[in-house]
């Protein structure tokens, strides 16, 4: 195992407030939460920088509506690992697609997929 290193990051007691919220509706402690999002940083910033660009603006703002919409209509008994195992499905395809149309744009072509 590759030997842990500390890091001490300043933040607001905004951001800390809302930190403490989401480790507490995921069941996580503030360390356990900050070591996922780190682990997770490559693709939570590529989602950051897409939305950013889309939205043309540096503050984000989700759709609430459509994450309600999501919940209003998933199945009844779909759990919520299930709904985000489906998100990092559908992060995964957006990512095969967009991989798919810089090759196509680079006169390479696209090639089959093989599953």
């Given at each position: 195992?590759?030997?842990s290193k500390f890091i001490a990051v300043r933040v607001?007691?905004?951001?800390?407030e809302s930190l403490d919220q989401v480790a507490l509706v995921r069941g996580k402690s503030r360390s356990t939460l900050?070591?996922?999002?780190?682990?997770?940083c490559h693709s939570l910033y590529h989602f950051l920088e897409l939305e950013r660009a889309r939205?043309?603006?540096?503050r984000i703002m989700l759709d609430g509506d459509l994450s309600q919409w999501v919940l209003d209509n998933m199945p009844q008994d779909?759990?919520?690992?299930a709904l985000q195992f489906v998100g990092e499905v559908m992060?995964?395809?957006a990512e095969m697609k967009a991989?798919?149309?810089k090759q196509k744009v680079g006169g390479e072509g696209?090639?089959?997929?093989?599953g």
């Open positions: 195992m590759a030997k607001t007691s905004e951001i800390l900050i070591r996922d999002l780190l682990a997770n939205q043309r603006t540096d779909m759990t919520t690992e992060r995964h395809a991989a798919r149309e696209i090639v089959a997929d093989s």
